[in-house]
């Protein structure tokens, strides 16, 4: 869907970072309020790593899905060795 509307699998890599402060309150009721990354409410690319070595409270089966896709998985691990590199694609896309 990203592709469709024009976003690059860096693109939809980087977006996806906003995770970082995400928390679920709709998805599965028995775990609200927990967050998507083990800094939550800061802004930083803990989302990638946490999200790639299972250690985030609480994954979107969508995140763990891209961050295994083939063109989009990548990026989940360099943007969570750089948040430099992150921080810029971001603004881009
Ligand atoms: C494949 C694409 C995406 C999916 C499937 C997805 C899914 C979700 C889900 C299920 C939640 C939790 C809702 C809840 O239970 O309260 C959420 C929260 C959130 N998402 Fe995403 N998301 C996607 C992309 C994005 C993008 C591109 C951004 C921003 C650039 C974003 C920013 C956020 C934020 C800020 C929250 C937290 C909202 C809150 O705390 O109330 N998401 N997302």
């Given at each position: 869907?990203?592709?469709?509307?024009?976003?690059?699998?860096?693109?939809?890599?980087?977006?996806?970072?906003?995770?970082?402060?995400?928390?679920?309150?709709f998805?599965?009721?028995?775990?609200?309020?927990?967050?998507?990354?083990?800094?939550?409410n800061?802004?930083?690319?803990?989302?990638?790593?946490?999200?790639?070595?299972?250690?985030?409270?609480?994954?979107?089966?969508?995140?763990?899905?891209?961050?295994?896709?083939?063109?989009?998985?990548?990026?989940?691990?360099?943007?969570?060795?750089?948040k430099?590199?992150?921080?810029?694609?971001?603004?881009?896309?």
């Amino acid at each position: 869907m990203f592709q469709h509307h024009g976003f690059t699998a860096e693109d939809t890599a980087a977006l996806m970072g906003a995770h970082t402060v995400s928390q679920q309150d709709f998805t599965f009721a028995s775990e609200i309020g927990v967050a998507q990354d083990t800094t939550p409410n800061v802004w930083d690319n803990q989302y990638y790593n946490d999200t790639l070595d299972g250690s985030a409270p609480f994954s979107f089966p969508s995140d763990v899905n891209l961050s295994n896709q083939t063109s989009v998985g990548p990026y989940y691990k360099s943007f969570g060795q750089n948040k430099t590199q992150w921080e810029a694609s971001f603004a881009a896309a």
